[in-house]
């Protein structure tokens, strides 16, 4: 409310406000500092031929008689509304005759711009606006008893001396020592207004007569006309729409107007009022309802953000994984074909160089046999070694002297669908959401294969895995198969943040929404918090549905496609990945990519 007490000039709490025609307020010291005066010789200046200029800066008074005028400002004001200053007359120009009639003075509305024109009265010719008075002098009142032990707002020392003064602009309250070093009256302060503290109800402006009477209450003096000061207002002007006394009825220009009782009236505009403002206090309340509500909404806002961060971390970590071992398959395979090749070559080394080893050997043992001049003994061994000769010519047959591999790897990766995929990898909201477990975020003791389709586990105690999905929004179901089912585990099917606990049941902390389900029931758990006990529960060959409803935000479950009691979670809110937790007596397999189910059958109600 303190705004609607400022002066829109000084930026003070008005002082002796007034009313302006255009039933804007001001105080009456700054009205004075706005009114402007020109003496009527000078409004015929431009006729005469020498002071055009002049006249024009005087040209704001020519529409007055209409009580609309232009407003060009010069100056500003401590509060930043711009007022007009006084304009002094040209040089040389001729003083006005002492006969000349009196000077007329305007006033412009420092907020709607509206000029208008002050008779002989000059600014008492307003009307003044007691009852702002009155509502500023109880607001003062008030301010000082609720800061009756005013203390200095920025003394380091325990506890604070006390305050010397309230800057009404800062809205600070220093002492002494701490205005003279915090706030000292030059440069940018030295426009800011010093006041008393509220906690002297006496000091100016801190609770004293106001100017216009002797308290808040009943006890305050009368308003008097403001054109018969002897007598005070008693009926209701319409035509003029303010109030009047009875010599302005007999004598005055409203002998003729409309008027009616002053307390009737009174009664009519306050209910005219209070009416308005029924409307005004539920608009009122229902921009408080939406602020509360944008409130939660940036908080939202912020844990949602934080989610989805976490999520795009741990698919994007996901898809590096899934890259690193890819690449590790592949350089598996180059290192198998690189020892495949090195063993032909070496094999093909080795049986060749044993061949020229002894085809050499051969050779040599036959130039010595050749060298011998013995016929007789030469004859004896000559077919034979004309045989082996030509036997070990047969060896080179065609090829064997080329090498049976290359040097060049037959390798090629196509690694261009899968740069495009990641070019153009971005959100979107999938109808049908294709998912995996999770590898890389889940428990170690969990065991994955079947491409990460199906899952079970090493450990007797709960396990978590979560899938490579994260939804927000639109409607979403999977369904998993129970492969096996030992000894009557409890395995809990549901949604969770990223950040749930791993090491134990889902459901069991708030980071996750579950059903878990034995042989005979089963029950909803989300902050280890049991509820809705249903009769049936899951044996080898069951399968499970989970239908998470973000539009409705609501979670519901099936078993061998029937729910499973009422929706198990509503109102929940934020990023969601499917979920699962599970020992090493069940198996299962999950099953995504499915349609919403069109037609539910009645669900199972719950045990109370």
């Known amino acids: ?47 005469g031929g020498g002071g055009g200029d002049h006249a024009d800066k005087l040209s704001l008074h020519s529409e007055t008689d209409s009580g609309y005028g232009s407003y060009t400002p010069s100056l500003k004001s401590p509060n930043g509304v711009r007022v007009l200053p006084l304009v002094p007359a040209p040089p040389g120009a001729a003083a006005a005759p002492r006969g000349a009639g009196p000077a007329s003075s305007s006033l412009t509305c420092p907020q709607c711009h509206r000029s208008a024109s002050l008779d002989q009265r000059g600014l008492r010719g307003f009307q003044r606006n007691r009852l702002l008075e009155a509502i500023v002098q109880r607001y003062q009142q008030g301010r000082a008893a609720a800061a009756a032990a005013a203390k200095c707002q920025l003394c380091d020392r325990s506890p604070p001396e006390p305050a010397a003064v309230l800057c009404e602009q800062c809205e600070v309250l220093y002492c002494a020592a701490c205005q003279l070093r915090c706030h000292p009256a030059r440069g940018p ?66 002998s003729k107007h409309d008027v009616k009782a002053l307390g009737a009236m009174w009664k009519q505009h306050k209910a005219q009022l209070s009416q308005a403002l029924n409307g005004v206090s539920d608009k009122a309340k229902e921009a408080k309802e939406f602020l509360v509500q944008l409130k939660n ?21 996901a898809l590096v994984d899934a890259l690193t071992r890819q690449k590790a398959k592949l350089l598996t395979k180059v290192t198998k074909e690189r020892e495949h090749k090195l063993k032909v070559v070496w094999d093909q080394i080795n049986h060749c160089t044993l061949k020229l080893r002894q085809s050499t050997g051969l050779m040599e043992y036959c130039l010595e046999v050749i060298k011998e001049n013995d016929p007789s003994g030469f004859l004896q061994i000559s077919d034979a070694l004309i045989k082996r000769v030509q036997v070990s010519q047969e060896q080179w047959v065609k090829g064997a002297l080329e090498p049976k591999v290359s040097a060049e790897f037959d390798l090629t990766l196509d690694s261009e669908p899968l740069l495009q995929s990641i070019h153009q990898l971005d959100f979107i909201q999938m109808k049908l959401a294709w998912f995996t477990f999770d590898p890389s975020s889940a428990h170690r003791d969990i065991v994955l294969s079947n491409d990460n389709q199906t899952a079970t586990c ?6 978590v895995v979560l899938g490579t999905a994260a939804f927000s929004k639109g409607v979403h179901y999977w369904e998993l198969h129970v492969d096996r089912y030992d000894n009557h585990p409890d395995p809990a099917f549901g949604i969770a943040r990223i950040n749930v606990v791993k090491d134990m049941m889902l459901g069991k902390d708030d980071k996750a929404w579950a059903m878990y389900v034995d042989n005979n029931r089963s029950w909803f758990m989300h902050c280890n918090s049991h509820t809705n006990r249903t009769e049936g529960g899951v044996s080898k060959g069951a399968t499970v549905g989970v239908l998470l409803d973000l539009n409705k935000h609501n979670l519901t479950f099936y078993i061998n496609g029937q729910q499973q009691g009422p929706p198990a979670f509503e109102n929940i809110e934020g990023v969601f990945m499917p979920a699962l937790s599970l020992n090493r007596n069940v198996q299962v397999t999950l099953h995504t990519g499915l349609e919403v189910p069109q037609s539910v059958k009645q669900p199972k109600l719950p045990n109370n």
């Open 1 to 47: 409310m303190e705004e609607e007490l400022k002066c829109p000039v000084c930026g003070s709490l008005f002082r002796e406000p007034i009313i302006l025609p255009c039933s804007h307020n001001v105080c009456l010291p700054c009205a004075r500092t706005i009114a402007v005066q020109t003496p009527e010789s000078e409004q015929h200046l431009a006729a």
């Open 297 to 317: 909404l940036l908080q939202q806002i912020q844990e949602n953000g934080l989610d989805y961060e976490a999520c795009l971390v741990a698919q994007c970590d």
């Open 458 to 463: 090493n450990s007797y105690d709960d396990r």
């Open 189 to 254: 302060f030295a426009k800011h207004r010093l006041a008393p503290p509220p906690a002297h109800p006496g000091a100016p402006g801190g609770g004293g007569d106001g100017g216009g009477g002797k308290g808040a209450g009943g006890g305050r003096k009368l308003p008097t006309c403001a054109e018969h000061d002897l007598e005070n207002y008693s009926m209701y002007c319409v035509s003029c729409r303010s109030p009047v006394c009875y010599q302005c009825l007999e004598e005055g220009k409203h």
